[in-house]
């Protein structure tokens, strides 16, 4: 009768050995994947104002436009002359695509759903709902014989 007794005994304390061992297990599979499923919220740095490299960039002065990360944000800097610049928000008002600068057509264009902004950011054409936010560009002193840096900051 007692060796049956410690029969059972040997069998739920490997029965709770095992759940203990599978449920460690488990937690240590599950809690990595639910804390990369949901990061902690950590504010960005607010960012006001960006360098946006020299006049002469070769990428400016071809296309006459460049993207350029303003925080976590894309803006679209565009040249219009010799030392004329623009910069609005890069991201379309209608579903979020990235628009960029048709320097032959003199617009801003989005090639998700063909929407169109003017020079001033606001939307003339196609689905996009709203204006483009528009940032301030100003040109700052590169120093002894550098050329002049584009900055951009929130207007
Ligand atoms: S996302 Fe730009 S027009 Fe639709």
Redesign the pocket.
């Known amino acids: 009768m007692e060796s049956k007794n410690a029969g059972v005994g040997r069998r739920s304390f490997t029965n709770w050995f095992l759940g203990l061992s599978l449920g460690g297990l488990m937690t240590s599979i599950v809690y990595p994947v639910f804390r990369f499923m949901s990061p902690p919220d950590v504010p960005e740095a607010a960012t006001n104002e960006v360098e946006a490299g020299p006049v002469n960039d070769p990428e400016l002065v071809e296309k006459g436009f460049k993207i350029v990360r303003f925080g976590a944000e894309p803006v679209l800097l565009v040249q219009l002359g010799q030392k004329e610049y623009r910069a609005f928000a890069a991201t ?6 990235i ?1 960029e600068y048709q320097k032959g057509d003199q617009r801003i264009w ?1 090639n ?4 169109e902004y003017d020079l001033n950011g606001r939307n003339v054409a ?3 709902p709203k204006p483009l936010e528009v940032f301030a560009v100003n040109l700052v002193n590169g120093g002894s014989g550098q050329p002049e840096t584009i900055v951009i900051s929130r207007s």
């Open positions: 379309c008002t209608h579903l979020d695509c628009v989005c998700c759903h063909n929407g196609g689905p996009p």
